[in-house]
Nanobody, 127 residues
Framework: QVQLVESGGGLVQPGGSLRLSCAASGRTFGTFTMGWFRQAPGKEREYVAAFRGSYGTMHHANSVKGRFTISRDNAKSTVYLQMNSLEPEDTAVYYC????????????????????WGQGTQVTVSS
């Protein structure tokens, strides 16, 4: 069983920055595909970014490309989401997700491809 614990959410003004963290248990973290998703009130869960462990590649949704960056520290079994130039439209609950397998590109955006989920952390962008 893998447990994911997110932290780092909060209230920030437009244009500000936040860094989310997701600490994972499990001895094979390095091979996981780790993803970030978000869900705004009244909307479906949306893919944000993914890091494919076995390939060492990072991927970002077009809506956040150039503003958000996913990274990971295998020694700490932690994945991060650095969020810059935040906009009110980024307001959502952000979820960390993990897949035991290294997902192919066509699947990293699909929430159903991930095996484990964190509890979510609220990000609110407002003046």
């Amino acid at each position: 069983q893998v447990q994911l614990v997110e932290s780092g959410g909060g209230l920030v003004q437009p244009g500000g920055s936040l860094r989310l963290s997701c600490a994972a248990s499990g001895r094979t973290f390095g091979t996981f595909t780790m993803g970030w998703f978000r869900q705004a009130p009244g909307k479906e869960r949306e893919y944000v970014a993914a890091f494919r462990g076995s390939y060492g590649t990072m991927h970002h949704a077009n809506s956040v490309k150039g503003r958000f960056t996913i990274s990971r520290d295998n020694a700490k079994s932690t994945v991060y989401l650095q969020m810059n130039s935040l906009e009110p439209e980024d307001t959502a609950v952000y979820y960390c997700a993990a897949s035991r397998t290294s997902l192919i590109l066509s699947r990293i955006t699909q929430s159903g491809a991930y095996d484990y989920w964190g509890q979510g952390t609220q990000v609110t962008v407002s003046s």
